[in-house]
């Protein structure tokens, strides 16, 4: 099941293993695949890498609740100058991961760029808490979103049936994980299509609220800075909050492989995304204050619900249908780029071996796709999906700190290694400095949810001794695990 060296073979079924040893040859050099080689192909453009980009970051959290930035930084000014930080600082870390997609022509993402800077161990704990807890959990919690919002139109005077949320939400990640098994070009097409809906949205608020900007609407942005005076204890979580809101401009480093002239288009469509997201997030917090205070904003379930209702009358019946399109469009693009991670981590040696299987007429990575269906569905139906995302925010920014720190560590580790892309070193500095102090922050701020999750990450150490180093296993281990 597990195994130390990813050995190359052929399968006799419907599938082949990917190039071995962490590197497919036609990726890194241009030349055409072995005989008797099946490769992922380079289908991600430009633009497509923009969408996956755009796509996986803009979810539910702008659409449903940035009251809890402002509820943790206590006034409009602050909350909006937190969602400027928190924007500047990921298109910091996105610059690294652009540097590191650059110089590291390597799919997986955190994983590989751990493997490359600190070797197996963290790199293993990192894919282990992302396969068993963190993808899993995080996917269900964006699907029940798009379950809910799927179903708002059809339950507009009475309260959705949690069973029918649950069951909606089910066929969405069946849908997601069937899509990204059948076909990489039929994923990053509905991805664009996604995206665009996803901008139409965020246009949907923005428009009326310059709108209202223009009418002198600017009530609540007298004092901007009075009220609650942000704590110590609060300002940890308003940048996780903003952190996640963000999160996602990290996944097109997952699929470096499958991208057209990486060294051009991952920097271009980082830079791009970042710039999109980052000025649209401000506009869409800046119009929610042209209509609706700052006290209404924290009472409210779904803020872009509330402000559509106030200005665009039976027209807002179409918001929790944009928020349902822009959820499903998370789902796609997390699935599509986290199942990489996995598939990498299995030529790796690090997880079972047949996640590194390709299907030989689709050309995706189906095993790797659909590992993540079960775990998600038991996460869904069982989990305390909330919880487990609160226990474990923290070492994903612990990880993405590390892997920033890695490009430090790697500049003198390997100061000959080419860097078509290069950041000023006070970028990767600052950045990961920001995401240790984080969680740092967190285990003062909030430490029995830290601390569970600190755990749970630490089970990825025995697991690595026990599947990965462990040589002399005896037989009925070794049967139970499928040897």
């Not at 036609?26 to 969408?51: F, N, W, Y």
């Not at 919880?387 to 923290?394: A, W």
Request: charged letters at 15%; proline letters at 5%.
């Amino acid at each position: 099941m597990f195994r130390k060296a990813a050995v190359p073979t052929v399968s006799n079924g419907s599938y082949l293993q990917g190039q071995a040893n962490g590197k497919l040859s036609s990726m890194d050099r241009g030349q055409p695949a072995q005989e008797g080689k099946v490769v992922l192909k380079k289908k991600v453009t430009l633009l497509r890498g923009i969408s996956i980009i755009i796509g996986t970051i803009i979810g539910a959290g702008i659409f449903i609740s940035p009251k809890g930035i402002l509820k943790n930084t206590g006034s409009v000014g602050m909350s909006l100058t937190l969602w400027t930080v928190c924007g500047i600082l990921s298109l910091f870390g996105a610059l690294c991961y652009a540097e590191l997609g650059t110089c590291i022509k390597k799919s997986g993402g955190h994983y590989t760029y751990i493997l490359e800077a600190f070797g197996p161990l963290p790199a293993f704990v990192r894919v282990w808490v992302e396969l068993l807890i963190i993808r899993p959990a995080a996917t269900a919690v964006i699907s029940l979103a798009f379950g809910r919002y799927i179903l708002e139109p059809f339950f507009m005077q009475c309260e959705i049936p949690e069973l029918a949320i649950k069951l909606i939400t089910a066929v969405g990640i069946t849908l997601v994980m069937v899509l990204n098994s059948t076909s990489v070009s039929w994923s990053a097409r509905i991805q664009m299509y996604l995206t665009f809906c996803k901008l139409v949205a965020i246009l949907i608020i923005v428009v009326p609220g310059v709108i209202q900007l223009i009418k002198g609407e600017t009530q609540h942005f007298k004092n901007a800075f009075a009220g609650n005076d942000a704590s110590v204890m609060g300002l940890p979580l308003a940048f996780y909050s903003g952190m996640y809101a963000y999160s996602g401009w990290f996944y097109l480093n997952f699929v470096t492989e499958e991208v057209e002239n990486p060294e051009k288009n991952i920097p271009l469509a980082i830079c791009i995304s970042m710039i999109i997201v980052t000025v649209g997030y401000v506009l869409t917090n800046v119009a929610y204050f042209t209509t609706i205070s700052a006290g209404e904003l924290l009472l409210s379930k779904a803020v872009a619900v509330t402000f559509a209702e106030r200005l665009m009358g039976n027209f807002s019946l179409a918001v929790p249908v944009f928020v349902a399109l822009s959820c499903f469009g998370s789902m796609n693009g997390g699935i599509f780029a986290v199942s990489r991670m996995f598939f990498v981590a299995s030529r790796e040696g690090h997880l079972p071996e047949i996640l590194s299987m390709i299907h030989v007429r689709k050309h995706t990575p189906l095993p790797a796709v659909i590992v993540l269906h079960p775990l998600t569905m038991i996460m869904l139906f069982n989990g305390d999906l909330y919880s487990l995302l609160n226990f474990l925010s923290f070492a994903r920014w612990l990880f993405i700190g590390l892997v920033v720190a890695g490009l430090i560590y790697l500049r003198y580790k390997r100061p000959d290694m080419p860097r078509p892309f290069k950041v000023p070193l006070f970028i990767p500095a600052l950045f990961s400095f920001t995401c240790l102090f984080m969680v740092a922050l967190s285990l003062y701020s909030d430490p029995v949810n830290t601390g569970i999750g600190f755990a749970i990450t630490l089970t990825g150490i025995p697991a690595y001794y026990l599947f990965i180093v462990w040589d002399n296993k005896p037989k009925w281990f070794r049967k139970l695990l499928g040897k």
